[in-house]
């Protein structure tokens, strides 16, 4: 498989000021390679589950998102990374949990170009940036977030511990607050993922009620 120079850094997703690659460079390579990604595991989702929504109108979005990047990526001469994320992804066994995946993978998108942003001062980069996180904020996240509300708003068969859930609901407002106000660091960004995607972790019944709670959450709160 071959390996991206600094890959470690596209990986990381993160604008690393130590590194002699120029900043705006390092933006470009690592919104890049992160739409490919995003359009390799959505892929290999409609692979496995058949052409199911909302991943099939994703991916073409994601196509869109890597495509119009490209462009800056000729105008400033950076080199475009390698996509090699098909070899690297392993899907869920179930639909729900690749929407749950869906869930944590655009919060996780949202807060990389939070961070890309904090250090490009290009203007038609930033303009792209920010367009392609509106995206992923306004129809994205909202999109696998229904998913996977209406998979448990009709299953009938879940059962709840309310005290224990609301306790753990009540970690994610601090978490959430820190997500819209751009005050998220790496470890929190963790924390919300690994919760994100519970089901992986520790039953699907507390990951739909945590869906939940980002719903009520978004529907009061409209990022400017």
Request: aromatic share 10%; glycine share 4%; hydrophobic share 40%.
């Amino acid at each position: 498989m071959e390996v991206n120079d600094n890959e470690e850094i596209l990986l990381a997703k993160r604008i690393n000021v130590y590194n002699d690659e120029a900043i705006y460079s390092q933006a470009l390579r690592i919104a890049v390679y992160d739409e490919f990604k995003a359009y390799e595991v959505y892929t290999k989702v409609l692979e496995k589950f058949g052409f199911l929504q909302p991943f099939v109108n994703i991916r073409e979005a994601e196509s869109r998102h890597y495509s119009s990047l490209i462009p800056l990526l000729e105008k400033y001469e950076v080199e475009v990374p390698i996509n090699n994320w098909a070899e690297k992804i392993e899907i869920p066994n179930t639909f729900i949990e690749c929407c749950e995946l869906g869930v944590a993978s655009e919060i996780e998108n949202i807060a990389m170009y939070d961070n890309l942003l904090s250090h490009v001062v290009e203007e038609d980069i930033r303009d792209i940036l920010f367009r392609l996180q509106a995206s992923s904020y306004n129809n994205h996240l909202p999109a696998f977030r229904n998913c996977v509300i209406n998979y448990y708003s009709v299953s009938n068969n879940q059962s709840f511990n309310q005290e224990d859930l609301m306790e753990k609901l009540g970690e994610y407002q601090g978490l959430l607050d820190d997500l819209m106000t751009g005050d998220l660091d790496q470890s929190k960004l963790t924390q919300i993922l690994s919760k994100l995607n519970i089901s992986m972790i520790s039953g699907v019944a507390f990951g739909g009620a945590s869906l939940a709670l980002i719903n009520s959450y978004m529907n009061s709160n409209n990022k400017e």
